[in-house]
T-cell receptor
Framework: SQQGEEDPQALSIQEGENATMNCSYK?????LQWYRQNSGRGLVHLIL?????REKHSGRLRVTLDTSKKSSSLLITASRAADTASYFC????????????FGPGTSLSVIP | GAVVSQHPSRVICKSGTSVKIECRSL??????MFWYRQFPKQSLMLMAT?????????EQGVEKDKFLINHASLTLSTLTVTSAHPEDSSFYIC????????????FGPGTRLTVL
């Protein structure tokens, strides 16, 4: 079964608003990653946050990690139409350092 | 970041034929490569983990005789879908990781397979 679960499954916002996506997982992890995928395209790596980190920033992206709740959030501030994409969290499997398991993803639509 | 390529980007084939998809790491040596499958509007499902010079490790429910994986060098892994059927139509994505990249995987652009 998949390790991560995202919510919401779909999110529609106006340009300029902030978008928050959440991810929950089931087992202990070494790190959690967020990826973006434009329709029918490959994946773009956004951020990797390690289990001993609580927050990380990259440009307009802010990722938090709460290992006690086994959850993470991705915040995109001042969204743009170009941010329209699917966003996935991915966690290592816990027992194998290399294997990465993806959550079901959140489909974000930013309306101009 | 590191570059991973896939070839072909799109392939259409007849039912019963075999299709080979290549995954190459262009500027680094990938000790491990991963193959994922993604159906429309769904997430990526890991199919197998491929280590150079050894047999691939397949995820539960993935038929190793149907999805043949060869990782003959540190820069190339191939996935062959044997006797493809329409239900095998999907988006196949590979990723590559190296000891240097730690746990970050670099993804290829994907291959769209359509089986008629």
């Amino acid at each position: 079964s998949q390790q991560g679960e995202e919510d919401p499954q779909a999110l529609s916002i106006q340009e300029g608003e902030n978008a928050t996506m959440n991810c929950s997982y089931k087992t202990s992890i070494n790190n959690l990653q967020w990826y973006r995928q434009n329709s029918g395209r490959g994946l773009v790596h956004l951020i990797l946050i390690r289990s001993n980190e609580r927050e990380k920033h990259s440009g307009r992206l802010r990722v938090t990690l709460d290992t006690s709740k086994k959850s993470s959030s991705l915040l995109i501030t001042a969204s743009r139409a170009a941010d329209t994409a699917s966003y996935f969290c991915a966690t290592d499997a816990g027992t194998s350092y290399d294997k990465v398991i993806f959550g079901p993803g959140t489909s974000l639509s930013v309306i101009p | 970041g590191a570059v991973v390529s896939q070839h072909p980007s799109r392939v259409i084939c007849k039912s019963g034929t075999s299709v080979k998809i290549e995954c190459r790491s262009l500027d680094f040596q990938a000790t491990t490569m991963f193959w994922y499958r993604q159906f429309p509007k769904q997430s990526l499902m890991l199919m197998a983990t491929s280590n150079e010079g050894s047999k691939a490790t397949y995820e539960q429910g993935v038929e190793k005789d149907k999805f043949l994986i060869n990782h003959a060098s540190l820069t190339l892994s191939t996935l062959t879908v044997t006797s493809a059927h329409p239900e095998d139509s999907s988006f196949y994505i590979c990723s590559a990781a190296s000891e240097v990249s730690y746990n970050e995987q670099f993804f290829g652009p994907g291959t769209r397979l359509t089986v008629l």
